[in-house]
């Protein structure tokens, strides 16, 4: 009689595998969509917050400021939040108002590829 080898077998190691396989394709799916609702809450509450400081200026001033920049000088902001998609607080795009006597930044939108409605 030979002594018995430890170790898997082939056949053991492809069953293992396979219901490795198996569970990551149920749960990448899934991960990925709730990174991308995550990111798109972010979103909306960053606009949320700028958008009432942009409103809060023309309640003090009478006019919207020229530049985002310039709610933070006036500590409307303590800062501009990135934009969680682009994780950049540069890539904001101001909307200018109709009349441009009242001001440089109306509203403000995401410089994401697919969220220039936002």
């Not at 990174?35 to 003090?60: G, S, W």
């Amino acid at each position: 009689m030979q002594p018995r080898k430890k170790g898997f077998t082939l056949v053991e190691l492809m069953v293992v595998l396979t219901v490795i396989a198996l569970l990551l394709s149920l749960v990448a799916p899934n991960y990925v969509g709730q990174v991308k609702h995550a990111e798109e809450a972010v979103l909306r509450q960053n606009l949320t917050l700028m958008r009432d400081a942009l409103d809060k200026h023309y309640a003090d001033a009478g006019r919207y400021p020229e530049t985002l920049d310039e709610l933070v000088a006036k500590h409307y902001l303590r800062g501009i939040p990135p934009d969680p998609l682009t994780q950049s607080a540069s890539t904001w795009v101001p909307v200018p108002p109709l009349d441009p006597k009242r001001g440089g930044v109306w509203d403000v939108k995401s410089g994401a590829k697919g969220y220039e409605r936002w």
